[in-house]
């Protein structure tokens, strides 16, 4: 069979439009982790369709998903250390990869808004097996948020608050988790009044890598 320029031409053009929907590795870093996360921990997102929002990303393109309830989700940040899916309007999904002496701990936050925003956080190890929460860190109860936790203030927070919701966030690079009040998108004005000048703004811990946990910054 006589080989033409015109038929090279052909079949690289044929190869390039194949290898053109094949998804590319994730690499290394956040981008793995999120697409070995197993379905428990990201249920609505197959991993397929996690490497489709990996190459959306890198290509700067803000094309949607769709996940398994039907509705568009897409990643909107992925770093070396982290990346945030939003699942949905309401809801995003972040992974952090916290660095150990010579492990990793992958702490998963997911934010819904209620309207006010509201996070839960998970920790995983480096296998994707779940680690008891309490290990890491000791999550903040309502008098944790106090500036001056004394009779007056904790009279008043019983009387005006049964919970705080907060929103969390990691910047692995400085080893801090913040938990940041969102009460002023909850609460009735004549509430949150009653308790704005008791209440911190904000909760910070800093990782200690030896010890895999979380400590709280006195404030």
Do not use: H
């Amino acid at each position: 069979m006589r080989v033409t320029l015109k038929s090279i031409t052909i079949f690289v053009a044929l190869l390039t439009g194949i290898f053109a929907f094949v998804p590319t590795k994730a690499q290394g870093g956040a981008a793995e982790a999120f697409t070995t996360a197993p379905a428990a921990v990201i249920p609505l997102v197959d991993n397929l369709t996690r490497l489709d929002m990996i190459d959306y990303y890198r290509a700067g393109l803000t094309t949607m998903s769709r996940n398994n309830l039907g509705e568009e989700s897409r990643l909107i940040a992925l770093g070396e250390d982290s990346v945030v899916l939003k699942l949905s309007e309401k809801v995003t999904q972040a992974i952090y990869l916290l660095p150990l002496k010579n492990d990793t701990i992958y702490a998963v936050v997911k934010t819904y808004k209620l309207p006010a925003l509201d996070s839960s956080i998970k920790f995983y190890d480096s296998e994707w097996n779940q680690i008891d929460t309490n290990r890491i860190i000791t999550l903040p109860g309502r008098e944790n948020w106090l500036i001056k936790p004394n009779r007056e203030s904790k009279a008043k927070l019983a009387e005006n608050l049964t919970f705080v919701t907060a929103a969390i966030t990691i910047d692995v690079a400085a080893g801090e988790l913040t938990f940041t009040n969102t009460l002023a998108d909850l609460l009735p004005l004549e509430s949150m009044e009653a308790v704005k000048d008791d209440i911190k703004p904000r909760l910070v811990y800093t990782w200690n890598r030896s010890k895999g946990s979380f400590k709280p910054v006195q404030q």
